[in-house]
C-alpha cells in the first residue's frame, strides 16, 4: 500500500531502518514495476534535464513574448560577478540558477516540473548550487531528488499542487518543502531532519496566493522561485541545528488544503485579485492586450 503520510513515511524508516530515499525507491519500484536501478536512471536523467535548464537560463537574455521579463538572471550574473553578494556563492549560483530555470520555463525551454512548471526553478537551483559548492557526488544529488519527489507525493495525496486549487503555497510552498528536505538529505541529516526541514519550509509560506499579471506565468511567479529557493536553504539550515517545527507535518499539510479552501477564487491563478488587479498590471494587461490586437 501507498505511503499517504509522513507519519507513515518516518515509522517505515524506523521499522526497516532505511533512509527517506531508499523507501522512495521501494514506493516507485511498486508503482512502476521496475528495479531501483532503472529508476536512478530516470531520476538522473531528470537531474541532468535540470542541469541543462540553468545552463541555458544562464546565457540566455531573450525575453518573454510579453517583453517583461526574461533578462534577470543575466543581471545578476554581471552584479555578481562585480561585487559578492552578501550570503556568499552558494547564494548567488542558488538565486541565479532559480532565475535561470524559471526564465527558461517562460522562454517554452526544456525543465522539469518539480512539482509544477511555475515553480520549477527551485528544486533544482538547491540541489545543483549546493551540489557544486560542495562538491557532493552525483548518487547523493539523486538521492535528494528521490527525498523531494516523496514529500511532493505524500502532500499531492491530501491536495492538488495547483495554483487554481490552493493558491502559490501549493506550487512554491510545496517546492520550497521538497528542496529543504532534497537538501538536508544531501548534507547528511536523518529522517526527523529531513521531514522537520520540510515542515519548517512548508509551514512558513502558508496563505501564498496565486494572482499571476494577466494570466502569465511571469510576475509575479519567476522572482518568486528565487525566494522560496532561499527559504528553502532557511529550514534546512534550522533543522540540521535541530530548530523543530512544533506542529506536525502532516497537521500543516492539513492546513494547507483548508487554507486552500478558504481562499477566495479570485487569488487562485484566476488573475482577478491581488497583484494581478493593481493600478500597474491593469496598465500592463492594457498594453499587452493592444499589442496582441496588432498582431
Partial sequence: MAIISFSELEKKCAEENKSIYEIALEEESVLSGDISDVIRLRVLEDLLAMKDAVRNGLVSEEK????????????LVKSFAARQSLFGKVFEKITAYALATAEENLRMGRIVACPTAGSCGIVPSVIIAVAEEKKIPEYQQINGLLTAGIVGLIVSNKVQLAGAVAGCQ???????????????QMLGGNTGEIINAAALALKNILGLTCDPVCGLVEVPCIKRNAFLAVHAVTAAELALCGVESKIPIDEIVDTLKITGQLMSPLLKETSLGGLAKTKTALELEKVLHSQNDRT
Fill in 64 to 75: 518573454a513574448v510579453s517583453g517583461w521579463c526574461g533578462d534577470d538572471c543575466q543581471k
Fill in 170 to 184: 501549493a506550487e512554491c510552498g510545496v517546492a520550497s518543502a521538497m528542496a529543504a528536505a532534497a537538501l538536508v
